[in-house]
Each structure stands twice: as structure tokens, then as C-alpha cells.
């Protein structure tokens, strides 16, 4: 198999703490500087959510813009996406830093439960989000937390409310949602190939099941998600020194698989993305 494959790091997200691992970047000077030692191990999307001064997660538009500022100047050509997930704010406040328009954003379909409580994806919410990003030429990637968030995705394709190239990111091990289960995603796979052929997918798994899932989607021919948000460790032993570890660990499985991991022109390629303008020297 010679198709690349895209690495994703997710570089913070909104739970893990330097409680949890010393190594989780909080401020905006860590996260850069993260993001830039992942891009060199062979990461092309960074999926990125900010913190406040306490270090609480949030959805503040101007801390994403300044990470968004140095994530252009460290690691240029990288593909940007920010989140507009519910832990970081409620209603429209999450998509407040769309028109920063970055190259991505997530963006999750449906509800479902999370470990402690329901994550709640309201139809107009949804409807909004992805309407904002077409307004602003923000490419989404669908969040999959169950299987009808894939049948949500193609529909919205269908219709128009998703029109550019779909990405749809199955979420696996999440307590109460998807579990990490073969057939499972076995069937996943089959469901994008049989209403969604021209799409692309990934996969991540969260905590001791990441570096499964990242296999099972290297192998099965598809891009996969990696980094300090969905786990922070290398083993039941040994915390992740950095993010740049946990990418270098998913691009070993593209080497053992004989698939090349995507540079980021080629990412841009394959997910429909333009290539960044040059800067004035």
C-alpha cells in the first residue's frame, strides 16, 4: 500500500493537566512549541483547543488566534484545526473563532454520552457550526462518536450543508460512547466506503487504546489521530515524554505497513485544502 497517510496530533485537548503529564503543553509558547516538535516527527494536522490563565479549557477566539499566529509561523504549511467542542464553551460561543478561518475545525453531528455526562449536539447547533463554515472556507472534520454521526455526516454532504471534501474521524474508546471493538470498526470502514466512497477517513483511540486504533486505520488503508489529548502515556509503565513521541510511534506503524506518511503538501492534496500563499519576503 502507497497511499499516504496523515498524522493528526492533538495537542492538548480540554482534559489532561501537567498533573496528568508534565508534558502536556498549556500556555500558547508550549503548544507552539509542541505542535513544531510534532510537525517534525511527520504530523500535518494539528487539532488544537486553548486554555485560560487557570488553565480551564475555553473557546476564547483571541487565545486561538494567537496560537493560530504562531502555529503559521513555526510550522509553516501546516494544516490548522481548531475545536469547537463542548467542553469549552456552550451554544454559538463555540464557534466563535471561526472567522479566524483556519484550515479546519472539528465538528461533532450528534450527541451522545461522555463519561460523567451527555454531550449534547442540538440539530440547529450543528446546523449553525457547519453553516459558519462554509461562510468562512473552514473545512470540517467530523467527529464520529457513533455510527449514526457517519450517516449524519453524508447526509449533510448530501444536501449541501457539508460541500466540500468530507473527513470523517471515527472517535473510539471514549467511556459510554463507541467502544474499541474490531468489528466495530470494521463496519465503520464499510459503512464510509458503501454511502460516502469519495470521502476520506481517520481514526483515534483514547488512552490505552490509541496506538490499537492507530494500527487498525494504518492498515486498513486510512489516516489516524495521535497526541497528548486522547493519552498521555507510552505504555502502562512509562508517561509520553512529548507529543513529537506519540507521532513518531504512528509513523513506525506507517513504516511497518509500507505506507509513507502524507508531507503536508500532499495532506493538503488529499483532503482538498489549498496549499498556503507565500509570505512576502
Given at each position: 500500500?502507497t497511499?499516504p497517510?496523515i ?11 501537567k498533573a496528568h503529564?508534565p ?5 500558547i509558547?508550549?503548544q507552539?512549541?509542541?505542535?513544531q516538535?510534532?510537525?517534525e516527527?511527520?504530523?500535518t494536522?494539528a487539532?488544537c483547543?486553548v ?6 479549557p475555553t473557546?476564547d477566539?483571541?487565545r ?19 475545536s ?13 473563532m ?5 484550515d ?5 453531528v450528534g450527541?451522545?454520552n ?6 449534547e449536539n442540538?440539530?440547529?447547533?450543528v446546523?449553525?457550526l457547519?453553516s ?5 472556507d ?6 464520529a462518536?457513533?455510527?449514526s454521526?457517519?450517516?449524519q455526516?453524508a ?16 472517535v473510539?474508546?471514549v ?6 471493538d ?16 469519495d ?6 483511540g483514547?488512552?490505552r487504546?490509541q496506538?490499537?486504533v492507530?494500527?487498525?486505520?494504518i492498515?486498513a488503508?486510512g ?6 489529548e ?7 509503565g ?7 513521541a506519540?507521532v ?28 498556503p500563499?507565500?509570505?512576502?519576503g
Open positions: 500500500m497511499k497517510c498524522l493528526c496530533v492533538a495537542i492538548t485537548g480540554s482534559l489532561p493537566t503529564n508534558a502536556v503543553p498549556i500556555n509558547s508550549e507552539v512549541e509542541s505542535t516538535e510534532a510537525f516527527a511527520g504530523a494536522i487539532h483547543h486554555r485560560d490563565e487557570s488553565g480551564k473557546a477566539p483571541e486561538y488566534g494567537r496560537l493560530l499566529e504562531g502555529l503559521r509561523q513555526h510550522c509553516p504549511g501546516m494544516i490548522v484545526q481548531l469547537t467542542g463542548g467542553r469549552s464553551g456552550a451554544g454559538r460561543e463555540r464557534g466563535g471561526l472567522p479566524l478561518r483556519p479546519m475545525a472539528s465538528l461533532a450527541s451522545n461522555f463519561p460523567t455526562r451527555v454531550y442540538a440539530p440547529d447547533l446546523d449553525w457547519a459558519e463554515m462554509r461562510s468562512y473552514v473545512l470540517p472534520e467530523i467527529e462518536f457513533d455510527l454521526h457517519i450517516h455526516a447526509a449533510m454532504h448530501a444536501d449541501g450543508r457539508l460541500p466540500r471534501k468530507l473527513y470523517v474521524q471515527f473510539m474508546g467511556k459510554n460512547a463507541t467502544p474499541v474490531r468489528d466495530i470498526f470494521d463496519y465503520y470502514v464499510k459503512t464510509m466506503e458503501r454511502i460516502a466512497p470521502a476520506n477517513w481517520c481514526a483515534a483514547i488512552g487504546h496506538l490499537t492507530n494500527e487498525w486505520a492498515a488503508g489516516h489516524t489521530r495521535t497526541g497528548l486522547d493519552n498521555v502515556r507510552l505504555d502502562k512509562r508517561l509520553a515524554p512529548s507529543n513529537a506519540l513518531a510511534r504512528a509513523a513506525a506503524l506507517c513504516e511497518k505497513y509500507g505506507r509513507p506518511v502524507a508531507t503536508w503538501q500532499q495532506a493538503r492534496d488529499i483532503l482538498g485544502l489549498a496549499q500563499k507565500q509570505r512576502a
